[in-house]
């Protein structure tokens, strides 16, 4: 292909088709299909065709404070000029660094007074799993060195983040897989439990944790790695009854709960962390996503006294990336984090936006093609059903949720689809306005898939 400038829609798809390799994209089927988004503000996107959509999965989870925030702008442009880039290897560090160091600190929940530096989830959970290993080791207990994940679980694209991950057909491409890497059963009541009550299938799915250790042995587990609410996975919820049993159970075998924070962090449920929400008594937080907002590449591990005090007194942990601590990301994480404390956005998803939105968004239980809606603070689910009554799935090719998702995209709208289950995760500033207009459009693809399908 020649150099030609790319100026219409036709010329980005094509130079995308022929040159670009996307992420979680069968680029062959791709083609010259691909949506070019070019500009942003709020909680709108902006196609090359002029479309304007609203994005209700902030990127990737990840624009909690919305796009266009120009201050966030200007403290980046302000430390590039000043200092675009220096490392914190061999006894460095940069403000910047230091001071979001701090800043975390005094979010988190008490007993997190350290954080390691990633430049992104993957690389943070990467982290996690030399930072555990490497923990008992420095304990005299070096044969701990499995981790116990859960199916359908999201941790990153990494090696080490596909191995924690529960994902069947990521784990079916490329390995071998990160050994001493097991997964029990998710807490998906809709999928999983239907023919009991939400306490007791919690209550069951929690066990198989226990069972799990029994069945190794505590004396090899690491640790204990989940989401406090999967997100790739489809918005899994778990029941009431979950956490507190898991906890339990970790307690009792005394290993720690490495709480993937990567979406609930930075306020997504509504507090600064899932866990906090949850009430989950976590060793290690993994962190990204929110954390700058998207604006620039950022990720970390928030480290509990119990665990850094080991690494601490015990000489180096051979680790670090190149960007651990870059000054400009951390200058972006820090506006970003300033943003949404000046503004009182967490308390606010807590006590406003989040009940507005779960209580807007149950509505669409009433779609005949609807099956349940769930939802906790600004992340939403919905599953689409050929059978209300007895939940039976639709089977056709490209499935529901592909479907749906792209009619809500025609209606104005980003929703993810997870297989037949539609997903959304707003910007936590979007307006009351903006939730009516959210869930119009929602209802509306739905309409045009029953249509679709039905006639
Ligand atoms: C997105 C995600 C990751 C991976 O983060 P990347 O920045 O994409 O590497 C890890 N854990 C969870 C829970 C995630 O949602």
Not at 185 to 204: C, I, K, L, S
Not at 350 to 357: G, I, K, L, S
């Amino acid at each position: 292909m020649n150099n030609t400038k790319l100026t219409s829609t036709a010329a980005y798809q094509q130079a995308d088709a022929a040159h670009y390799l996307h992420p979680f994209t069968d680029n062959g089927a791709l083609g010259n299909n691909a949506r070019i988004i070019c500009r942003a503000d709020g909680v709108y996107l902006w196609d090359t065709d002029g479309n304007q959509l609203l994005d209700g999965m902030s990127g990737l989870w990840c624009v909690n404070v919305g796009y266009g925030r120009a201050s966030i702008t200007q403290a980046v442009a302000k430390q590039m000029d000043k200092l675009p880039y220096y490392n914190s290897f061999f006894q460095c560090a940069t403000p910047p660094a230091i001071e979001l160091a701090q800043t975390l600190t005094e979010v988190a929940p008490p007993g997190f007074n350290r954080v390691f530096f990633a430049g992104s989830g993957s690389e943070a959970n990467d982290t996690v799993v030399r930072m555990c290993r490497y923990y008992w080791q420095l304990r005299g207990q070096p044969q701990r060195t499995v981790f116990i994940s859960r199916h359908n679980a999201y941790h990153g694209s990494t090696v080490a983040g596909v191995s924690l991950g529960g994902m069947k057909g990521m784990h079916a491409q490329g390995g071998p897989l990160i050994p001493d890497i097991v997964h029990v059963r998710q807490p998906y009541w809709y999928e999983e439990g239907r023919d009991m009550t939400p306490a007791v299938f919690g209550h069951q799915a929690a066990t198989a944790v226990a069972e799990k250790i029994e069945e190794i042995g505590a004396h090899r587990v690491a640790a204990f790695i989940g989401e406090p609410v999967q997100g790739a996975g489809g918005v899994i919820i778990p029941p009431d009854s979950y956490w507190p049993e898991v906890q339990k159970i970790c307690a009792h075998y005394d290993i720690p709960i490495v709480a993937d924070e990567v979406i609930c962090g930075f306020g997504r449920l509504g507090e600064w962390f899932g866990s906090q929400r949850l009430n989950i008594d976590a060793k290690i937080m993994p962190i990204a996503k929110g954390l700058t907002s998207g604006y620039l590449p950022m990720g970390g591990v928030l480290v509990h006294d119990d665990i850094a005090d080991v690494l601490i007194k015990s000489g180096e942990f051979a680790h670090g990336f190149t960007y651990s601590g870059h000054p400009t990301c951390a200058a972006a994480a820090l506006e970003n984090i300033r943003i949404l404390r000046e503004e009182n956005i967490i308390s606010r998803v807590r006590d406003e936006v989040a009940p507005y939105f779960q209580k807007r968004w149950a509505t669409l239980e009433s779609h005949p093609l609807v099956g349940e809606t769930r939802g906790i603070g600004m992340v939403a689910a919905l599953e689409l059903v050929a059978d209300k009554a007895s939940g039976q799935r639709f089977n056709f090719v490209p499935g529901a949720g592909v479907r749906c998702r792209e009619h809500s995209a025609a209606a104005g709208l980003i929703m993810r689809a997870v297989s037949d289950t539609m997903i959304v995760a707003p910007p936590l500033i979007i307006s009351p306005a903006q939730i009516d207009e959210l869930v119009a459009k929602a209802r509306q693809a739905l309409d045009a898939l029953a249509n679709e399908i039905i006639g």
